[in-house]
């Protein structure tokens, strides 16, 4: 089957990639704007072009050529939602819909990343299903929910176009994945940009504050990006997995921030050998974030559909970051750029 890539260059296309390319079935072309995730990412089944979604010629050019559409082009940051709203619904709504558009007009499969964010607000169910919870945005004041509007929006055009009968898709809501090339690490006390995962680490690396956003009693669960791969292979392969919507998500992970802070704090004693002792303060969500910042209580999904395609997630909470933060330990030149 041939696989088309928008946004191969990021953190869940690059580690997609290298996951189809160990598979050596399928034929992949991805596209970016960049490719240094991409280092070292080769593979006789794969070839990467790098050119913008903008460029429309090209982009219909390629979903001309493909089999099935993976669409994982967005902003997916939480700082850039309050401070670039209108760049955000341009490139996560606006361009989306444009691959939407090339999809349809070449009857492709299109497989769209759309965001756990999308249900919102904590409702009174106790899991997120894919199907009958309700999603739950916050007022338009608080900017944070563009992004998760833009996703909405776009996951009801492309339901709709799949009930009509004219679109073969599946989209996928993916719950805070985590692993290699995850973002982007920062100097100390730095507020707002990547996040969690690299904003706790890069405290680590540097010895500055670890913040926890509204008090660090959020809870999310993580997924490790491997078993996040094996659930797009599960979707792809499996007939099941067809104009319909997925959580992908590790409901056993469940934890807050705070309990996050610690955990990462000691494996990166027994990792390194450094006990880190970061100085933990409390800092409200409008002063890291900027104004518009509204956080969120999530629930765990379900995840009973996903598995029904006989996948199942591999690693639990400390072996995800565990890995990660090996990942970073391996490679001090990524910690040196922030440290000079
Ligand atoms: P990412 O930022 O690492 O990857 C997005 C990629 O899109 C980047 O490499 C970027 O260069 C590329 N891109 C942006 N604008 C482009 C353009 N105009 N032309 C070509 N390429 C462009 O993000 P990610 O974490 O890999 O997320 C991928 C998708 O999954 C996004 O849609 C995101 O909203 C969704 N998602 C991710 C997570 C997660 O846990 N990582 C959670 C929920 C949703
Ligand atoms: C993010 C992004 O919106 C999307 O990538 C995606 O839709 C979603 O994750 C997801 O993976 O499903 P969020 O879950 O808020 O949203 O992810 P983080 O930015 O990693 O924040 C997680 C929590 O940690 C939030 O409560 C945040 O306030 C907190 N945080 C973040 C801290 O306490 N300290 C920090 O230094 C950074």
Wanted: charged share 20%; glycine share 10%; with cysteine.
């Amino acid at each position: 089957m041939k696989i088309l890539i928008f946004g191969a260059g990021g953190f869940i296309g690059s580690n997609l990639i290298e996951h189809l390319i160990e598979q050596g079935e399928h034929e992949i072309t991805g596209l970016d704007v960049t490719d240094t995730k991409l280092a070292g990412i080769e593979g006789p089944n794969f070839k990467f072009i790098k050119g913008n979604i903008s460029e429309e010629g090209l982009a219909n050019e390629l979903v001309a050529e493909t089999d099935v559409v993976v669409d994982l082009i967005a902003y997916a940051n939480p700082s850039i939602y309050v401070e670039s709203p209108l760049e955000v619904v341009r490139l996560n709504f606006f361009e989306n819909m444009k691959i939407l558009e090339y999809c349809l007009h070449h009857q492709k499969r299109l497989i769209q990343y759309s965001t756990s964010e999308v249900y919102g607000k904590r409702t009174r169910d106790s899991e997120y299903h894919d199907d009958h919870s309700d999603l739950v945005m916050g007022p338009v004041q608080k900017q944070r929910w563009i992004y998760a509007s833009s996703k909405q929006l776009l996951e009801r055009i492309i339901y709709a176009h799949g009930m009509k009968g004219d679109l073969d898709y599946s989209i996928i809501r993916p719950f805070n994945f985590v692993g290699p090339r995850f973002d982007y690490l920062v100097p100390a006390g730095s507020k707002g940009g990547p996040r969690v995962f690299s904003h706790f680490l890069s405290a680590m690396f540097t010895g500055g504050p670890i913040y926890l956003v509204d008090g660090g009693g959020q809870h999310r669960c993580f997924t490790h990006i491997n078993d996040a791969s094996t659930a797009f292979s599960a979707i792809l392969e499996n007939g099941a997995g067809r104009n319909d919507i997925f959580n992908v998500g590790n409901p056993d992970t469940n934890t807050t921030m705070e309990n996050l802070a610690h955990l990462m704090q000691r494996l990166y004693g027994e990792i390194t050998g450094s006990a880190p002792n970061n100085e933990i303060i409390v800092i409200d969500g409008e002063d890291f974030y900027g104004k518009g910042y509204e956080d969120m209580d999530r629930v765990p999904p379900n995840v009973d559909k996903l598995t029904a395609l006989g996948w199942k997630q591999t690693k639990g909470l400390e072996a995800i970051f565990a890995e990660a933060i090996q990942y970073y330990v391996d490679r001090p030149e990524l910690a040196a750029e922030i440290l000079s």
